[in-house]
Each structure stands twice: as C-alpha cells, then as structure tokens.
C-alpha cells in the first residue's frame, strides 16, 4: 500500500509568488495535517482537515490555505511568499481527527523561497 | 514557555551506551504522547507510542508521568543506527473537540559513534 505522498519534493519560488503544495493520505485515512518545519526546530502545526472541513489551525497567517478534497486528498497554499516560508512542509495522515495510535508523515516538500 | 520542551543536544555517545532523553509539556489538555524520529532531510517517523504504565519496544523504553507533566525515552545498548533527531511529540486536545494537533518539542539530536 502507498504511504503518504506529497507533491512536489522539491520547489523554489521568488518573493511574492504563490504555492500550492499537494498530498494524497494513506487509504483509507480521513484526516490530514499539515505542519511546517524549518531547520533546526520541530515541525509546527498549520492545518488540520477532517471529512474536508477545516478542524483546526495554528498561528499562521491568513496568506496559508488549505482545503481537503472527497478523495481525501489535500492541497496547502501560500501566498505572497516570504524568505520565512522557506521549510519543509510536511503533511501527516490518520485514520480519524485525533488519532491515539500516531499519524502518519509523507516525505515532505521542500520549498526554497529566493 | 514552549508547550513541548526537550534539550535539544547534541548527544554523543558510544556504541552499547544507555542514552536517556526527557520531555516536558504545558498543556493539560494533552490526550496523547509519542516519540518520533527523524533522519536528516527525511521525515519523521514514529518511533513508539508513550503510556502512563510506561512502555517497552526492544532496547526502547519510554515513560509517561502526567502528574510531573513528563515524558521520558530510554535507548539501551545504542547502535550506530540510533543517530539521529528524537522529537518528543504531544496530541493536543483542539478547542474542546475530538481533533487533534500535533505539537512537537524542537528535537533532541543523537550521535551514536563507534
């Protein structure tokens, strides 16, 4: 079975573009997370998505989206881009909103904003 | 104050060493606790699940103590293998529903050598 997949691995964008960055969750997985990690610090929370409403979010501003799709599959947008977006964007999976067993982690994208 | 703190290292012991890291979060609401690992560049991946009674997996023992609001991981017997970041991770009850975040201590790095 395929684990978590994201898409693109790697991207380099200017200031002031926007990203859209995209994961498909482990079948049969209803939630997906999305966090930020840059280098040196652990990863933090951005979104959260159940059934493809909105659960919950972190303190990012409002120039990050995101929506879930009925496949379950999920995109993250951030506009206007800043050197400060410049992370690993990670996207985890789990069957249900709060999972006690973990969550699952695709293999990130990396964004470089120049 | 972080919510999830843990020293961040480095650690850096010999092969057979018994290497102890430890966790404290802030949040009450905490429902459930896990210890991921993470490679360089890669993403994290779970490690092992955290209980109050405490738990084993091979050389790995993690603890759990919600009165001190602590988590603990103990490595036995290190391998060259074991080196890398051990991110100490709590699913935070989110806004009174039954959704989860994630919230991840910066990490504690592991250098097992020879």
């Known amino acids: 079975d395929a684990g978590v997949t994201q898409s693109p691995t790697h991207l380099i964008k200017t200031r002031g573009q926007h990203v859209t960055l995209r994961c498909s969750p482990i079948?049969?997985?209803?939630?997906v997370s999305w966090y930020q990690q840059v280098l040196g610090q652990g990863p933090q929370f951005i979104f959260q998505?159940?059934?493809?409403?909105?659960?919950g979010r972190g303190n990012f501003p409002d120039r990050f989206s995101a929506r879930q799709f009925p496949n379950y599959s999920s995109e993250l947008n951030v506009n206007a881009l800043l050197l400060g977006d410049s992370a690993l964007y990670l996207c985890?999976?789990?069957?249900?909103?709060?999972?006690?067993?973990?969550?699952?982690f695709g293999s990130g994208t990396r964004l470089t904003v120049v | 104050r972080k919510e999830v703190e843990q020293d961040p290292g480095p650690f850096n012991v010999p092969e057979g060493a018994t290497v102890a890291f430890n966790c404290t979060y802030s949040?009450?609401?905490?429902?459930?606790f896990f210890w991921y690992r993470q490679d360089c560049r890669k993403e994290p991946k779970l490690l092992m699940s955290?209980?109050?009674s405490g738990n084993e997996d091979g050389r790995f023992t993690a603890q759990l103590n919600r009165a001190s609001q602590y988590i603990s991981l103990l490595i036995r017997d290190s391998k060259l293998s074991d080196s890398a970041t051990y991110l100490c991770?709590?699913?935070?009850?989110?806004?009174?529903?039954?959704?989860?975040?994630?919230?991840f201590g910066q990490g504690t790095i592991l250098t097992v050598h020879p």
């Open positions: 955290v209980y109050s």
């Open positions: 991770v709590v699913n935070i009850n989110a806004g009174g529903t039954s959704y989860g975040k994630l919230t």
């Open positions: 998505y159940y059934e493809k409403e909105e659960r």
């Open positions: 949040n009450s609401a905490s429902q459930s």
């Open positions: 985890a999976s789990s069957p249900r909103g709060l999972s006690n067993y973990g969550y699952t």
């Open positions: 079948s049969g997985h209803k939630s």
